[in-house]
């Protein structure tokens, strides 16, 4: 189980937070057209070794949205941050 350190609450365990998936996707501008580019942005996702940028909410906690720095492959987790950048919640 995961230990998120949440900026606002301090240490919880991972039951309280539900994953929001990839916080290093960029979203295609509104203006492109192409399919493949929409395609693979929509339903292809990547399976990074090493540290990766997440979002995680605190559903059962502060229900901020956090940016989570976790390594794939021994799950620790380098930084946790506020998704929107600010210092508070
Ligand atoms: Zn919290």
């Known amino acids: 189980m995961l230990r998120i350190d949440c900026p606002f ?18 979203r ?3 203006e492109e057209t192409d399919e493949s580019i929409w395609n693979n942005y929509v339903f292809l996702r990547n399976n990074p070794k090493g540290a990766h940028q997440e979002y995680w909410l605190h559903q059962h906690g502060c229900r901020a949205w956090l940016k989570v720095t976790r390594d794939m492959i021994s799950h620790e987790i ?12």
């Open 78 to 89: 380098t930084d946790v941050s506020f998704a929107d950048g600010k210092d508070e919640a």
């Open 9 to 26: 609450c301090g240490p919880r365990d991972e039951i309280e937070f539900a994953y929001g998936g990839d916080a290093e996707r960029v």
């Open 28 to 30: 295609p501008p509104m």
